[in-house]
């Protein structure tokens, strides 16, 4: 869990990130414009901004410097290449484009979090997965997986509570040029299931694929 | 070569050339007087000798004495007379010369019954005169001959001191023209220097004016021409500016409402949601749908005004407003915000649609601009014979820097507010799209945090 400063000044797109954000389990704190967002950052600790660059008052190209040390994202409708690199220049770690997809953003949040502190453990019920071990307990017992299947458990851990396609399970598990069927996708899931007993915790979802639900 | 050498060689060429030019021809004239004087001169001296000797010498024809040596004496006491002169006479009888004794009979010889003059070569330039004296048993000759060798000196000593002030003359003009010359060029060195700032960009860059001749005159009219450029620059830049801004607004008003609608499609999709989120975030989405469809009928508006004519008819604004009256009061009454009309029964020609269009955003705009327990005044009056209509409000009011930016497309001034009352940032754009078509006016006229009042001046 990690604590996010999400400046945007749109009240919807705001609400949406903030709860994409909490699916992801990280709890976000809004604001509307640059002033408060300054005003929030000298009080409390954030481990990851995300700012708008159109803001009415300050733009984030210039709320970038009242910061601090916290990593920035810049999430914004200006796509052009001269923005993105303006952006990156200010020392923001990454520039996403309007619109964006749940599963884009919420990685790109990811990586930059586990750029600065890594999670080490999660717990899903009594089943124990250490990240950097990559290791797995089911309460006392260690349980052997092969890669691929901890690869897959891994891929459902860090979109945990999104639904995710099989397609995209493959292409986030396998890798892009994996040409299996989704079927495999499929046998896996049964034999995590089995493995660890997460029959409840990673569910079908109809005509999509599969969710964890934490 | 730099234009103020070139005309510094010249000059100095020139000076040079024409001065010594000068100097010879006055110098060879007088020198040709001179000895043409000096001639003149050895002429009556030669007359005056002559005319002695011969009587000399027919007093001693009468006398039966013209022997050698009396004729000698005779001569040698005429030449005595100009002995400090450098007069030489010679003598001569049928080619035997008398005097000086043992001389030579000189050459040339001269016909018989004449005189001659002439002149030899410099540096030894002599005069003579020679004629037949005397004819008595044979022909005697007279040659007179004076060296000009005082003249020549004297004309020599000229020359040397003519050529000193002739080099001090030139070597004076030289370094005066040097220090002119430099110190006229100045002005365009400071041009060309000028010239070279801007070529490098530097737009804002002028010339140093002083006096009234034709370069200051170049550097005042490089100067305007500069001003210009630079004026000109700086408006395409603003106007590129501008441009961009919109591109901007544009693309971010148009993105943020697909970026909700897609991004609660697909956490719905993708989520665990209860039935009550599920209901919220189908409300956020039909919002956001209801606000682009707005976004597009707007700009479709303002894209069928562009270029169009359209049909006008006599309208009284108060019809205008009756179409429009149930909607606003219901949004005054959303915000606590009185309306007031006061307006006669003033008809205008223009669209009717259009005029209502025009009313709604103003007073909408009125509205929103207003705290709670507000009041928009909408009055028609006659100004100079001119249907003016306007819309006055008591809310925040704006500073003259959002008012000259009022009618841009997707220009909020207040930017606190924006967006979520689901406006588009177009409204007064539009508005001003209308009043435009009907050649009307509008004007604003506001102060920060008491109000603002927009008039429509019809034509």
Same mark, same amino acid.
């Given at each position: ?214 | ?61 009468? #006398? ?20 400090? #002169? ?154 590129? #500016? ?189 508005? #001003? ?27």
């Amino acid at each position: 869990m990690a604590k996010i400063l999400v400046v945007e000044d749109d009240r919807h797109i705001r609400e949406l990130i903030r709860r994409n954000l909490a699916l992801a389990g990280h709890a976000c704190t809004c604001c509307s414009d640059g002033m408060q967002a300054g005003e929030l950052v000298s009080g409390q600790q954030f481990d990851l901004a995300l700012l708008d660059v159109m803001l009415p008052g300050m733009s984030g190209f210039d709320l970038i410097g009242k910061m601090g040390d916290v990593p920035v994202i810049f999430l914004t409708a200006k796509g052009e290449l001269e923005d993105k690199l303006e952006g990156l220049a200010l020392g923001a770690e990454d520039y996403i484009v309007k619109p964006f997809e749940m599963l884009e953003l919420i990685a790109r949040v990811n990586v930059i979090l586990r750029r600065s502190r890594k999670e080490e453990a999660v717990c899903i019920g009594n089943v124990h997965v250490d990240l950097r071990e990559r290791s797995v307990t089911v309460g006392e017992e260690e349980v052997v997986l092969t890669p691929q299947e901890y690869n897959l458990l891994e891929v459902f851990i860090l979109n945990k509570n999104i639904a995710l396609s099989r397609e995209k399970l493959l292409e986030l598990a396998w890798g892009y040029d994996y040409e299996g069927e989704t079927k495999t996708v499929d046998v896996h899931v049964q034999k995590l299931r089995k493995k660890l007993g997460l029959k409840g915790e990673i569910k079908t979802i109809t005509k999509l694929g599969y969710r964890l639900e934490i | 070569m730099k234009l103020w050498q070139k005309i510094y060689i010249l000059t100095i060429c020139l000076f040079v050339i024409l001065l010594n030019a000068g100097i010879y021809l006055v110098f060879d004239m007088t020198y040709r007087k001179d000895l043409s004087s000096e001639q003149r001169q050895a002429e009556s001296e030669y007359h005056m000798i002559a005319s002695g000797i011969l009587r000399n010498l027919r007093s001693l024809d009468g #006398q039966g004495r013209l022997k050698e040596l009396p004729i000698r004496s005779v001569l040698e006491i005429h030449e005595k007379y100009f002995a400090n #002169q450098e007069v030489r006479l010679t003598f001569w009888k049928d080619g035997r010369c008398i005097y000086p004794e043992g001389g030579e009979t000189p050459e040339p010889a001269v016909p018989d019954g004449e005189s001659r003059i002439w002149i030899w070569g410099r540096g030894e330039k002599t005069v003579g005169v020679q004629s037949l004296l005397y004819e008595s048993r044979g022909k005697y000759y007279l040659r007179y001959e004076k060296a000009l060798s005082e003249l020549d000196a004297s004309w020599e000593q000229l020359e040397r001191k003519y050529l000193v002030a002739s080099l001090g003359f030139s070597l004076g003009l030289a370094a005066l023209l040097f220090v002119f010359l430099r110190r006229m060029m100045k002005p365009i060195g400071n041009l060309t220097q000028t010239v070279d700032e801007m070529r490098l960009g530097n737009l804002s860059a002028r010339v140093g004016i002083k006096g009234s001749d034709d370069i200051s005159l170049l550097g005042e009219h490089f100067n305007e021409m500069a001003e210009k450029i630079q004026k000109d620059i700086s408006f395409i830049e603003g106007e590129v #500016q501008a441009k961009q801004e919109l591109v901007d607004n544009f693309s971010h008003e148009l993105k943020s409402p697909i970026t909700s609608i897609y991004g609660f499609a697909e956490y719905i999709q993708k989520a665990k949601v209860s039935e009550q989120e599920m209901k919220e975030c189908m409300g956020f989405i039909m919002e956001e749908s209801a606000r682009l469809l707005k976004l597009s009928y707007t700009l479709l508006d303002l894209a069928q005004m562009r270029g169009k004519e359209i049909g006008m008819q006599r309208v009284s604004i108060r019809n205008v407003y009756e179409g429009i009256r149930r909607t606003l009061e219901k949004l005054g009454a959303d915000c606590g915000v009185n309306l007031r009309f006061l307006c006669g029964e003033e008809m205008v020609q223009g669209n009717e649609i259009l005029l209502q269009s025009l009313l709604y955003n103003l007073i909408h705009n009125g509205i929103c601009a207003c705290r709670e327990g507000g009041m928009v005044t909408v009055r028609e009056e006659c100004l100079r014979g001119r249907v003016c209509l306007t819309v006055e409000d008591n809310g925040c009011g704006m500073t003259e820097e959002e008012m000259e930016r009022i009618t841009e497309p997707f220009y909020r001034a207040d930017q606190s507010r924006n967006r979520e009352d689901g406006r588009t940032g177009l409204g007064l754009s539009l508005c #001003q799209k209308i009043v435009d078509l009907h050649g009307a006016e509008m004007n604003f006229l506001s102060e920060k945090g008491k109000g603002t009042k927009v008039l429509v001046l019809f034509p």
